[in-house]
């Protein structure tokens, strides 16, 4: 089965760039299928990542930034794939 994880975070005005590189050069202990980064309007950053792993099992999972980065908790959703690879 492929779990992904998804990371989302909303820098403080301004500081979309630093949330970026902060989580671009975040390294978890094990290597998942595939990741990807994402940048959107209003500063915000999103990490997927894809596991072959069973929809419960334990995942490492990106930290939360240090609570001057960012303007809220770190948004974090975990799906299963249904179609496809």
Same mark, same amino acid.
């Given at each position: 089965m492929t779990?992904?994880?998804m990371w989302e975070a909303r820098a403080v005005?301004?500081?979309?760039g630093? #949330?970026?590189?902060?989580?671009r050069a975040r390294? #978890?202990? @094990?290597v998942p299928? @595939? @990741?990807e980064t994402f940048r959107a309007p209003?500063?915000?950053v999103?990490?997927?990542?894809?596991?072959?792993?069973p929809y419960d099992a334990?995942?490492?999972?990106?930290?939360?930034p240090d609570p001057e980065l960012v303007t809220r908790a770190v948004h974090r959703w975990r799906f299963e794939a249904v179609d496809g690879d």
């Open positions: 779990v992904a994880l005005a301004g500081r979309g630093e #949330l970026l590189a902060w989580a390294e #978890l202990p @094990r299928l @595939r @990741r209003q500063d915000r999103l990490v997927i990542t894809w596991w072959d792993a334990d995942l490492p999972e990106l930290p939360e």
